[in-house]
């Protein structure tokens, strides 16, 4: 089963799929250095074994899913000036 996911510095453009919260394995979500746009999708919420989160060097916007701030296990969570944690 796929546990970590690190598609960093690929140039890859649109959204972050909202299908990625059906990946329930995976406790590494590496998407930095890509030009993906919009707000993170909430079902990320779902992947209760997340210990990192690393978005920085994207287009996206928005606020922090609250399901986010739930995952027990996140320890680094990155994002740029652009998404809001509040």
Known sequence: KL?????????FRGSIPTEIGLMTSLTIIDLRGNALEGPIPSEIGSLTD????RLEGN???GMIPFQVKLLQRLVILTFDDAVSGS
Do not use: C, Y
């Open 3 to 11: 546990t970590k996911l690190n598609l960093k510095n690929n140039n």
């Open 50 to 53: 997340l210990q990192e989160i």
């Open 59 to 61: 287009k996206l916007t």
